[in-house]
């Protein structure tokens, strides 16, 4: 399925690196997220955005900053992140908030 | 208590059976209701949504029960290719959306 598109699908970085993610989809949809699934835990949302503003912060620590320049792209940018925050994240996208979401595949995340 | 709570597995269960699952949710005002399937290490993929009146889709049969507040599952005639996670997702909608995931419950369809 390519409506939701993530890259890069694996990344290891060290803890005082910069990268970013990037989602893209390409369902006409109003609405994209940030998850984060680490094991033996459920999806925890980070981020909403909702025509491009955002709308939901879910108490998410300052190394990680969304971007959502345009309806269609997502980016979450990390800087100076910790051991704990390895995991897989998830973009997702929505008709619009509150309807059922769409996953891309991923980006594993290994911080060194 | 969780918001969101689903019996972790593993079910094991032989081919051409039929299983179940609960989704229990504390919070009354909860308005859309997800089941979602997720293989390991992909994504979580859209099973069905879940209507008041239950829903049905092909051996998929989803229902709701606002009074007892919870969600159910039902796989009748399982298949090899049914081994999965089956999240529920609950939305909540209180001046904001809340999407909230249980921990998924395992399922192992056995030849």
């Known amino acids: 399925e390519t409506g939701v598109t993530q890259t890069p699908r694996h990344l290891v970085m060290g803890m005082t690196n910069k990268k970013s993610l990037k989602c893209e989809q390409h369902?006409?949809?109003?609405?994209m997220y940030w998850y984060k699934q680490s094991a033996k835990k459920p999806l925890e949302l980070m981020f909403v955005?909702?025509?491009?503003?955002?709308?939901e912060n879910n108490s998410v620590p300052s190394r990680f900053s969304p971007e959502c320049p345009n309806s269609s792209h997502l980016f979450l940018h990390l800087h100076t992140l910790q051991p704990e925050d390895s995991a897989l994240y998830l973009c997702?996208?929505?008709?619009?908030?509150?309807?059922?979401?769409?996953f891309g595949d991923g980006t594993r995340l290994s911080i060194l | 208590r969780k918001e969101v709570e689903q019996d972790p597995g593993p079910f094991n269960v032989p081919e051409g059976a039929t299983v179940a699952f609960n989704c229990t949710y504390s919070?009354?005002?909860?308005?859309?209701f997800f089941w979602y399937r997720q293989d390991c290490r992909k994504e979580p993929k859209l099973l069905m949504s879940?209507?008041?009146s239950g829903n049905e889709d092909g051996r998929f049969t989803a229902q709701l029960n606002r009074a007892s507040q919870y969600i159910s599952l039902l796989i009748r005639d399982s298949k090899l290719s049914d081994s999965a996670t089956y999240l529920c997702?609950?939305?909540?909608?209180?001046?904001?959306?809340?999407?909230?995931f249980g921990t998924g419950t395992r399922l192992k369809v056995l030849a």
């Open positions: 997702a996208s929505s008709q619009d908030w509150g309807q059922p979401q769409h």
């Open positions: 369902l006409g949809h109003n609405a």
């Open positions: 955005y909702s025509l491009e503003e955002r709308v």
């Open positions: 919070n009354s005002a909860s308005q859309s």
């Open positions: 879940v209507y008041s």
């Open positions: 997702v609950v939305v909540t909608t209180s001046g904001t959306y809340k999407y909230i």
